[in-house]
């Protein structure tokens, strides 16, 4: 329905409303099911035949205003949605994978009880409306408010289980350091509308494009800017100690937020305004600087986990480095790409531990598991093909979009762009090093879940159990996806031509040309190309990239399986020790926070309490004002002593002092 | 037309004897224990206000005109009234207040004190 | 010569004041006073306000003296304490700024130019008739607002002066 694009995101907004009233009247769990699932898929329905609609007519990028929504003199922001093939994309698999994550909660969360079970459908309705404001918004206010409204429900939703103190403090801390990251964002909006007087997207981007030398010293300020509210949101280094922490959130928040949609926030972002990344090589260096020490850093995190869901958070953070070390290099198309497929087998591998925890019965250490394959034969095949997906295997989803960011980060430092040539080599060499890490933790993850034997215990034991078929459909709806997806991006190499790679095609309008002079062919130089490298060594990357995973899950097979299970890893362990301790407490990064930031925070309060509060204001303040004035109170009625004579003698004092005065 | 009337009073005089009464009633009315003594003072700082008005008159009387001279007799005519009607009511509130003290001594009536 | 008769009805003024509110008796001091008025009432007559030195002798010689004997005897006072007894810091102070005002007083009126003798005119009818036409023309609000205040003033006397009924 073209030309209602504001039905996408109401209708997940009418459930919200609708579970919050279902929750107050403690409604039937069906009933709950159907407005909050209900809604969600007819979001999908009505934005993919909005969709059909859009692919079947030529390219154009459609802006539905809806009313003004701040007048302020010069300052004028509307209440718009656009329609390009960007926020296609995303509105594309944000609805479905949220659709997708729905109906797993059904199973998921049944247990709850009815208010419970209406309160967390209702919040992931918010979301839902929440994420898709903010990639149909036509302007970066609109989209700021999508922004913050995920953020609140991210909120919301890791403190679900509120009763615990450790979840309600994952919860505050997770909005805490976003609202870093918001500031950053607040200040890029501010500095947008100095500098272009709009916001609107299809005015700021053209402008910008149609005059780099102008407008490159300003894209500067604001690409960095924006990108500090993208660490935030999208947990990059220093801002990414919420989403380890945000775990304790029940298993379908995590997949929903933490993995496919709320955090690839940060990289549609960037992707959005790629414009005015693109006419400041010094912020793209950042991006793909921070992304790139970001993947590795997350990456040897996760090695040591022993908790399921961190490992996989950890693997979180380490993929979306690899998203923003594609912006950083110029491949936007390949870091979207990658965007969609994570969404895939991520939510998958999510949606899996959470089908393994449920039957485990809440246990979530790896090494009280073991074997569980024999149990679960569905969980463990849609798994392993998600692990194989993030692993870059070919030919499954995460092979061709990691492979496609390395190349560019490879012909980036080859090609020397913007003279950062060895830079961007070492960032190369540390996303290789990434990809072995992530193939050698995620095969770590299936081998201690699914092989071997069961070390939790007979009594566990006899509870395990494969999940419903609310649970289980998703999961294969997910493996699918993870399997076959990659074919949406194949790129020339493979098949000799440039049609087969679909999603770069759809996606060239969003990376406008930039217009000017020797700017123009500077850009041509650092938009690399296919043709700086030859096609030997691009087969030689691939090569290498498959070698490198391939090597990782063998390393991890010889650490994990077989009768000599844990031993290599426990002696490795024992001959380093200092490094496994350093790694294993997560680079104490948590621990220099609390001491470097918020204890020093936390003294100056209740500095502000005990001193300014209480003996300031309360104490100097309002009862000071108090005493005085009894105290003038006290002294002063000794005037009062009854005695005419005295009353007169004032009467005389005073028309002497009159006297006087008007001598 | 009849010749006016010459004074050889010089109005400043006057005027200096009303600044002594007055000095004298004040002290009076500061000094004195007997509140009837103390009225008496006051009264004698009412006439000294009345001959301050007198002497006043009688000069811009010859500067202006004989009209301010009336009116200044007017104002100690008023003046003179209202002497007397406070006398009135204040012997009166003494005499009350003998019946319920049995004295007249200013500086007992102090219950109105803190 | 109406100069000396001037002065000396000025220090009887001066020395009959100092008297009364001197005298211990409260019967002099009311007697002295009167001599008082009679000094004040023979300097009004001196500058040709007759019709206010009549009044002065009735009024106040002849009608608030005589209440105030009538209190006096009333209450039986007899004599009482002597002048600035009882809180002498009060006394001093008292006087100090009473001379003072007096002194300031003083030096303000030496400041003018006196002029010897004023010129009254005379009107030909006589202060009573000018006196009386101006109460009852221009004057008449204040008049008949004096009168409204005597009666006030008699009912508040009467009011507080009777005895409480039980």
Redesign the interface.
Known sequence: MLGSLWLIPILPLIGFVLNLLLGGVRARKSLVNAVGVGSVGAATAVAFSTLWQYVHQPTVTIVERYFTWIAAGSISVNASFQLDPLSAVMVAFVTFVGFLIHVYSVGYMHGESDRAYARYFSYLNLFMFSMLVLVLGSNLPVLFVGWEGVGLCSYLLIGFYFEKDWCASAGKKAFIVNRIGDFGFILAIFATFAVFGSTEFTDVFPMAAAHPQQYAAMATVIGLLLFVGAIGKSAQIPLYVWLPDAMAGPTPVSALIHAATMVTAGVYMVVRCNVLFRLSPTAMLVVAIIGGLTAVFAATIGLMQNDIKKVLAYSTVSQLGYMFLGAGVGAFVAAIFHVVMHAFFKACLFLGSGSVIHACGGEQDMRKMGGLRKYMPTTYWTFLAATLAIAGIVPFAGFFSKDEILAKAFEAGSGGLNGHGATYYVLWLLGLAGAALTAFYMFRLVYMTFHGSFRGGEEAEHHLHESPWTMTLPLVVLGLLSLVGGFLGIPRLFTGHEGWNLIERFLEPVLLPLGGGEHAAAEAAAQVSHHVVGAGVEWGLVVLSLAVAVSGILVARSFYIGERAFERPRRLADRYPLAYKLIANKYFVDELYEAAVVQPIHRLATLCWKVVDVILIDGVGVNGTAFTTELSGDLLRFLQTGNV??Y??SV??G??LL??IL? | M????????????????S??????????V?????G??I???L??ML?SA??AF?AF???F??RR??AV??TG??F???I??????????G??????L??LKET??V?RFNILRW | M??YV?LVA?LL??VF??V??AHRS?VV??LS?AI??FA?SA??A????D??AA??LI??AG??LV??LF??M??N?RS??R?????PL??A???A??????V???LV?AR?S???????????KG?AY??GR??MTT?LF?FEF?SV??L???V??????R?EER
């Open positions: 004579r005295n007169a003698l005389a004092m028309v002497l006297v006087v001598w | 009849t010749p006016a009337t010459l004074i050889p009073i010089p109005y400043t005089w006057i005027l200096s004897l600044a002594v009464l007055f000095v004298i009633g004040t002290i009076g500061l000094l004195r224990r007997n009837i003594a009225f008496l003072s009264e004698i006439n009345n001959l007198v008159a009688l000069e009387a010859a005109g004989v001279a009336l007799q007017l100690v005519f008023f003179i009234g209202i002497a007397a009607a406070e006398a009135a009511v012997l009166a509130l003494f005499i009350a003998h019946r007249i001594d500086d | 109406v100069t001037f000025a003024a001066v004041s100092l009364t509110i409260p001091n009311v006073l008082v008025f004040l300097i009004y001196m500058v040709g306000m019709f206010l009044i002065q009024v106040y009608a608030v209440l105030f209190v006096i009333l209450l006072i009482v304490e002048l600035g007894s009882g809180r009060q006394a102070l008292g006087a700024a009473a001379i003072a005002i007096g300031a007083i003083i009126i003018q006196p002029s010897f003798g004023s010129l009254l005119p005379d009107t030909g202060t000018s006196i101006a109460l004057h204040p004096v205040l005597l006030a003033a008699l508040g006397a009467l009011v507080l002066a005895k």
